[in-house]
Protein backbone atom coordinates (compact mmCIF):
# COMPACT_ATOMS: atom_id res chain seq x y z
CA UNK A 1 0.00 0.00 0.00
CA UNK A 2 1.18 3.44 -0.87
CA UNK A 3 1.21 6.05 2.17
CA UNK A 4 -2.11 7.44 0.79
CA UNK A 5 -4.16 4.62 0.84
CA UNK A 6 -3.49 3.55 4.02
CA UNK A 7 -3.72 4.72 7.86
CA UNK A 8 -6.37 8.10 8.87
CA UNK A 9 -6.88 9.72 5.54
CA UNK A 10 -10.46 11.07 5.30
CA UNK A 11 -11.26 14.45 6.95
CA UNK A 12 -14.22 14.33 8.89
CA UNK A 13 -15.94 16.17 11.86
CA UNK A 14 -16.05 13.27 14.51
CA UNK A 15 -19.34 13.04 16.71
CA UNK A 16 -19.10 15.59 19.80
CA UNK A 17 -16.01 17.60 18.41
CA UNK A 18 -16.03 20.81 16.15
CA UNK A 19 -13.43 20.09 13.97
CA UNK A 20 -12.41 18.22 11.33
CA UNK A 21 -10.12 15.41 12.12
CA UNK A 22 -8.13 12.74 10.12
CA UNK A 23 -10.06 9.11 10.46
CA UNK A 24 -8.95 5.90 8.82
CA UNK A 25 -11.96 4.73 7.18
CA UNK A 26 -10.23 0.99 7.53
CA UNK A 27 -10.17 0.91 11.50
CA UNK A 28 -12.07 4.11 12.35
CA UNK A 29 -9.15 5.41 14.39
CA UNK A 30 -9.34 8.87 14.51
CA UNK A 31 -5.64 10.92 14.57
CA UNK A 32 -5.94 14.05 16.61
CA UNK A 33 -3.40 16.48 14.88
CA UNK A 34 -1.54 18.61 16.95
CA UNK A 35 1.19 20.83 16.74
CA UNK A 36 4.84 19.82 17.23
CA UNK A 37 7.29 20.80 19.28
CA UNK A 38 11.02 21.38 18.34
CA UNK A 39 13.53 22.10 21.15
CA UNK A 40 17.07 23.02 19.88
CA UNK A 41 19.91 25.80 21.24
CA UNK A 42 22.52 27.85 20.21
CA UNK A 43 25.51 26.77 21.46
CA UNK A 44 28.84 28.85 21.74
CA UNK A 45 32.24 27.92 22.72
CA UNK A 46 34.61 30.55 23.41
CA UNK A 47 32.26 33.06 21.54
CA UNK A 48 31.82 30.82 18.12
CA UNK A 49 28.49 29.22 17.63
CA UNK A 50 28.02 25.51 17.03
CA UNK A 51 26.18 24.50 13.63
CA UNK A 52 25.42 21.70 11.80
CA UNK A 53 25.37 20.83 8.12
CA UNK A 54 22.25 19.05 7.34
CA UNK A 55 22.67 15.29 5.70
CA UNK A 56 19.08 14.63 5.52
CA UNK A 57 15.86 16.53 3.41
CA UNK A 58 14.35 19.00 4.39
CA UNK A 59 17.14 21.29 3.49
CA UNK A 60 20.07 19.34 3.15
CA UNK A 61 23.37 20.98 2.72
CA UNK A 62 22.45 24.00 4.86
CA UNK A 63 23.24 24.73 8.02
CA UNK A 64 21.32 24.74 11.11
CA UNK A 65 21.34 24.66 14.92
CA UNK A 66 20.94 21.40 16.47
CA UNK A 67 16.82 21.15 17.18
CA UNK A 68 14.47 18.71 16.52
CA UNK A 69 10.81 17.15 17.78
CA UNK A 70 10.80 16.54 21.25
CA UNK A 71 9.85 12.99 21.95
CA UNK A 72 7.14 12.14 24.87
CA UNK A 73 7.97 12.20 28.06
CA UNK A 74 10.94 14.24 27.91
CA UNK A 75 10.77 18.52 29.42
CA UNK A 76 12.45 21.19 26.15
CA UNK A 77 15.33 21.01 27.89
CA UNK A 78 15.76 17.35 27.87
CA UNK A 79 14.74 17.46 24.26
CA UNK A 80 17.39 20.20 23.51
CA UNK A 81 20.19 18.52 25.19
CA UNK A 82 19.49 14.81 23.51
CA UNK A 83 19.49 16.76 20.06
CA UNK A 84 22.53 18.18 20.78
CA UNK A 85 24.27 14.83 21.08
CA UNK A 86 22.13 12.96 18.62
CA UNK A 87 23.39 16.21 15.80
CA UNK A 88 26.77 17.46 16.99
CA UNK A 89 28.00 14.72 19.14
CA UNK A 90 27.82 17.94 22.09
CA UNK A 91 26.81 17.56 25.70
CA UNK A 92 25.66 21.09 26.63
CA UNK A 93 24.82 22.99 29.59
CA UNK A 94 21.40 25.03 29.19
CA UNK A 95 21.36 28.40 30.65
CA UNK A 96 18.14 30.83 29.02
CA UNK A 97 15.47 30.20 26.75
CA UNK A 98 16.37 32.09 23.82
CA UNK A 99 13.11 32.12 21.89
CA UNK A 100 10.04 30.68 21.83
CA UNK A 101 9.19 30.31 17.28
CA UNK A 102 5.92 29.51 15.80
CA UNK A 103 5.76 28.13 12.42
CA UNK A 104 1.94 27.73 11.87
CA UNK A 105 1.65 26.40 8.40
CA UNK A 106 3.62 23.46 9.20
CA UNK A 107 2.10 23.77 13.16
CA UNK A 108 5.41 23.53 14.86
CA UNK A 109 6.57 25.50 18.53
CA UNK A 110 10.10 25.73 18.56
CA UNK A 111 11.45 26.53 22.18
CA UNK A 112 15.66 27.80 21.48
CA UNK A 113 17.79 27.87 24.94
CA UNK A 114 21.53 29.38 24.95
CA UNK A 115 23.42 27.11 26.25
CA UNK A 116 27.70 25.86 26.07
CA UNK A 117 29.38 23.25 26.13
CA UNK A 118 29.06 20.80 29.29
CA UNK A 119 32.37 18.74 28.65
CA UNK A 120 34.36 19.17 25.15
CA UNK A 121 34.48 17.70 22.21
CA UNK A 122 31.57 17.56 19.05
CA UNK A 123 31.52 15.63 16.01
CA UNK A 124 28.76 15.06 13.41
CA UNK A 125 26.27 12.39 14.21
CA UNK A 126 24.03 10.18 11.83
CA UNK A 127 22.34 13.55 10.58
CA UNK A 128 24.75 15.84 10.57
CA UNK A 129 27.58 15.84 7.40
CA UNK A 130 29.64 18.58 9.29
CA UNK A 131 29.38 20.02 12.45
CA UNK A 132 31.69 22.97 13.37
CA UNK A 133 32.34 26.57 15.13
CA UNK A 134 31.93 29.58 13.28
CA UNK A 135 32.83 33.25 14.44
CA UNK A 136 30.10 35.73 14.26
CA UNK A 137 31.04 37.24 11.04
CA UNK A 138 31.67 33.93 9.51
CA UNK A 139 28.29 32.49 9.62
CA UNK A 140 26.65 31.07 6.63
CA UNK A 141 23.71 33.31 6.35
CA UNK A 142 22.95 32.73 3.08
CA UNK A 143 22.85 28.71 3.68
CA UNK A 144 20.99 28.96 6.67
CA UNK A 145 18.46 25.93 6.58
CA UNK A 146 15.12 27.98 8.15
CA UNK A 147 14.17 31.43 9.22
CA UNK A 148 14.21 30.74 12.63
CA UNK A 149 17.98 29.81 12.75
CA UNK A 150 18.82 33.44 11.66
CA UNK A 151 16.09 34.26 14.27
CA UNK A 152 17.78 32.61 17.55
CA UNK A 153 21.23 33.42 16.15
CA UNK A 154 19.81 37.63 15.88
CA UNK A 155 18.50 36.61 19.47
CA UNK A 156 21.55 34.86 20.66
CA UNK A 157 23.71 38.18 19.75
CA UNK A 158 20.99 41.10 21.16
CA UNK A 159 21.51 38.97 24.88
CA UNK A 160 25.05 38.21 24.67
CA UNK A 161 26.26 39.21 28.49
CA UNK A 162 22.68 39.04 29.55
CA UNK A 163 20.73 37.29 31.49
CA UNK A 164 17.11 36.91 33.06
CA UNK A 165 15.62 38.33 29.81
CA UNK A 166 12.33 37.24 27.88
CA UNK A 167 12.81 34.68 25.41
CA UNK A 168 12.27 36.17 22.03
CA UNK A 169 9.69 35.78 19.81
CA UNK A 170 8.84 36.04 15.46
CA UNK A 171 9.87 39.01 13.93
CA UNK A 172 6.88 41.17 13.10
CA UNK A 173 4.83 39.73 10.39
CA UNK A 174 7.16 36.43 9.93
CA UNK A 175 5.47 32.87 9.62
CA UNK A 176 8.76 31.45 9.49
CA UNK A 177 7.83 28.86 6.28
CA UNK A 178 9.71 31.45 3.78
CA UNK A 179 13.16 32.84 3.95
CA UNK B 1 -14.91 -1.94 17.31
CA UNK B 2 -13.68 -0.95 20.96
CA UNK B 3 -10.69 1.49 21.42
CA UNK B 4 -8.65 -1.11 22.00
CA UNK B 5 -8.52 -3.58 19.22
CA UNK B 6 -8.87 -0.42 16.18
CA UNK B 7 -6.09 2.09 15.13
CA UNK B 8 -2.40 2.06 15.89
CA UNK B 9 -1.98 -0.14 19.21
CA UNK B 10 0.80 -1.93 18.38
CA UNK B 11 4.21 -0.79 19.29
CA UNK B 12 7.47 -1.49 16.96
CA UNK B 13 10.44 0.22 16.04
CA UNK B 14 9.73 1.32 12.21
CA UNK B 15 12.42 0.38 9.85
CA UNK B 16 15.25 3.55 10.01
CA UNK B 17 13.95 4.49 13.47
CA UNK B 18 15.47 4.28 16.85
CA UNK B 19 12.51 3.78 19.21
CA UNK B 20 9.47 2.28 19.42
CA UNK B 21 5.84 3.68 17.99
CA UNK B 22 2.57 2.96 17.97
CA UNK B 23 1.35 0.78 14.82
CA UNK B 24 -1.72 -0.20 13.15
CA UNK B 25 -1.60 -4.39 12.01
CA UNK B 26 -4.89 -3.22 10.17
CA UNK B 27 -3.54 -0.94 7.67
CA UNK B 28 0.38 -0.34 8.64
CA UNK B 29 -0.07 3.05 9.83
CA UNK B 30 2.80 4.73 12.02
CA UNK B 31 1.32 6.97 14.38
CA UNK B 32 3.93 9.41 15.24
CA UNK B 33 3.44 10.18 19.11
CA UNK B 34 4.56 13.69 20.11
CA UNK B 35 4.38 16.08 23.30
CA UNK B 36 1.43 18.26 23.25
CA UNK B 37 1.30 22.13 23.72
CA UNK B 38 -1.24 23.84 26.23
CA UNK B 39 -1.88 27.24 25.81
CA UNK B 40 -3.49 29.94 28.53
CA UNK B 41 -3.73 32.53 30.46
CA UNK B 42 -3.48 34.35 33.65
CA UNK B 43 -6.14 36.65 32.66
CA UNK B 44 -6.36 39.61 35.30
CA UNK B 45 -8.92 42.34 36.16
CA UNK B 46 -8.26 44.91 38.30
CA UNK B 47 -5.94 42.66 40.44
CA UNK B 48 -8.52 39.77 40.19
CA UNK B 49 -7.64 36.67 38.89
CA UNK B 50 -10.24 35.32 36.41
CA UNK B 51 -10.85 31.57 36.99
CA UNK B 52 -12.82 28.86 35.74
CA UNK B 53 -14.35 26.09 37.05
CA UNK B 54 -13.83 22.85 35.29
CA UNK B 55 -17.46 20.90 33.85
CA UNK B 56 -15.64 18.14 32.29
CA UNK B 57 -12.96 15.34 33.40
CA UNK B 58 -10.07 15.49 34.30
CA UNK B 59 -10.53 17.39 37.21
CA UNK B 60 -14.52 18.25 37.55
CA UNK B 61 -15.26 20.60 40.11
CA UNK B 62 -11.78 22.27 40.91
CA UNK B 63 -10.90 25.41 39.48
CA UNK B 64 -8.27 26.39 36.79
CA UNK B 65 -6.86 28.66 34.09
CA UNK B 66 -8.31 28.93 30.44
CA UNK B 67 -6.09 26.69 28.96
CA UNK B 68 -5.80 23.56 26.89
CA UNK B 69 -4.42 21.89 23.86
CA UNK B 70 -2.53 23.72 20.93
CA UNK B 71 -4.63 23.08 17.27
CA UNK B 72 -3.14 22.85 14.36
CA UNK B 73 -2.05 26.41 12.60
CA UNK B 74 -2.44 27.80 15.80
CA UNK B 75 0.71 30.06 17.56
CA UNK B 76 0.72 29.43 21.46
CA UNK B 77 -0.91 33.30 21.65
CA UNK B 78 -3.62 32.33 19.63
CA UNK B 79 -4.42 29.43 20.99
CA UNK B 80 -4.22 31.20 24.24
CA UNK B 81 -6.97 33.74 23.16
CA UNK B 82 -9.31 31.12 21.13
CA UNK B 83 -9.13 29.05 24.99
CA UNK B 84 -10.06 32.19 26.96
CA UNK B 85 -12.56 32.49 24.63
CA UNK B 86 -13.84 28.96 24.47
CA UNK B 87 -13.79 28.40 28.49
CA UNK B 88 -14.22 32.03 29.55
CA UNK B 89 -16.11 33.74 26.74
CA UNK B 90 -13.03 36.16 27.60
CA UNK B 91 -11.43 38.16 24.89
CA UNK B 92 -8.25 38.64 26.03
CA UNK B 93 -4.81 40.64 25.08
CA UNK B 94 -1.51 39.08 25.99
CA UNK B 95 1.04 41.08 27.34
CA UNK B 96 4.00 38.55 28.70
CA UNK B 97 5.09 34.23 28.59
CA UNK B 98 4.89 34.22 32.47
CA UNK B 99 5.72 30.41 32.53
CA UNK B 100 6.98 27.51 30.05
CA UNK B 101 6.12 24.09 32.35
CA UNK B 102 6.98 20.60 31.46
CA UNK B 103 4.42 18.08 32.81
CA UNK B 104 6.93 15.08 31.12
CA UNK B 105 4.42 12.03 32.66
CA UNK B 106 1.57 13.36 30.45
CA UNK B 107 4.04 14.52 27.90
CA UNK B 108 2.82 18.06 28.06
CA UNK B 109 4.24 21.83 27.26
CA UNK B 110 2.71 24.62 28.62
CA UNK B 111 2.83 27.83 27.77
CA UNK B 112 1.04 30.16 29.92
CA UNK B 113 0.70 34.19 29.55
CA UNK B 114 0.20 37.25 31.54
CA UNK B 115 -3.11 38.88 29.84
CA UNK B 116 -5.86 41.43 30.66
CA UNK B 117 -9.18 41.63 29.30
CA UNK B 118 -9.06 42.91 25.77
CA UNK B 119 -12.73 44.10 26.09
CA UNK B 120 -15.18 44.13 29.28
CA UNK B 121 -17.20 40.79 30.43
CA UNK B 122 -16.45 37.21 30.08
CA UNK B 123 -19.28 34.26 31.60
CA UNK B 124 -19.33 30.16 31.04
CA UNK B 125 -18.00 28.50 28.18
CA UNK B 126 -19.13 25.01 27.73
CA UNK B 127 -16.43 23.45 29.62
CA UNK B 128 -16.85 25.88 32.60
CA UNK B 129 -19.27 25.05 34.98
CA UNK B 130 -18.83 29.01 36.71
CA UNK B 131 -16.22 31.64 35.27
CA UNK B 132 -15.01 33.88 38.06
CA UNK B 133 -13.02 36.91 39.53
CA UNK B 134 -10.51 36.09 42.40
CA UNK B 135 -9.24 38.46 44.57
CA UNK B 136 -5.35 37.04 45.80
CA UNK B 137 -6.61 35.97 48.76
CA UNK B 138 -9.51 34.14 47.65
CA UNK B 139 -8.37 31.95 45.14
CA UNK B 140 -9.53 28.59 46.33
CA UNK B 141 -6.17 27.52 46.75
CA UNK B 142 -7.35 23.32 48.09
CA UNK B 143 -9.49 23.48 45.02
CA UNK B 144 -7.01 23.69 41.70
CA UNK B 145 -7.36 21.70 39.25
CA UNK B 146 -3.90 21.00 38.21
CA UNK B 147 -0.12 22.33 39.88
CA UNK B 148 0.70 24.19 37.08
CA UNK B 149 -2.76 26.15 38.08
CA UNK B 150 -0.60 27.41 41.09
CA UNK B 151 2.89 27.33 39.61
CA UNK B 152 1.37 29.95 37.09
CA UNK B 153 -0.26 31.88 39.48
CA UNK B 154 3.08 32.27 41.79
CA UNK B 155 4.65 33.56 39.02
CA UNK B 156 2.25 36.32 38.05
CA UNK B 157 2.15 37.14 41.82
CA UNK B 158 6.11 37.53 41.44
CA UNK B 159 6.05 39.19 38.65
CA UNK B 160 3.24 42.08 39.33
CA UNK B 161 4.48 45.31 37.85
CA UNK B 162 7.75 43.96 35.89
CA UNK B 163 8.08 43.80 32.56
CA UNK B 164 11.00 41.90 30.63
CA UNK B 165 11.38 39.10 32.70
CA UNK B 166 11.79 35.39 31.70
CA UNK B 167 9.50 32.86 32.22
CA UNK B 168 9.06 30.30 35.04
CA UNK B 169 9.67 26.86 35.24
CA UNK B 170 8.33 24.21 37.05
CA UNK B 171 9.69 24.31 41.22
CA UNK B 172 12.63 22.24 41.35
CA UNK B 173 11.76 18.76 41.35
CA UNK B 174 8.40 19.24 40.45
CA UNK B 175 7.27 17.26 37.42
CA UNK B 176 3.40 18.53 37.80
CA UNK B 177 1.43 15.61 37.51
CA UNK B 178 0.66 15.39 41.26
CA UNK B 179 -0.10 17.54 44.20
Redesign the interface.
Known sequence: ?SAID???RIRKIPEGDD?ERLT?P??????Y?????VAGAVVSVEGQILMCLRAIEPRKGFWTLPAG??????????GARREAWEEARARIAID??LG?Y?I??I?Q?Q?IYRATLAEPGFSAGPESAEVRLFAWDDIPWAELAFPSVRWALDEYRARLGQA????GV?PPGAAGDRF
Open positions: MQGPRCDCGYIAENPKVFLELHETPEEALVSPRSVLGFPPN
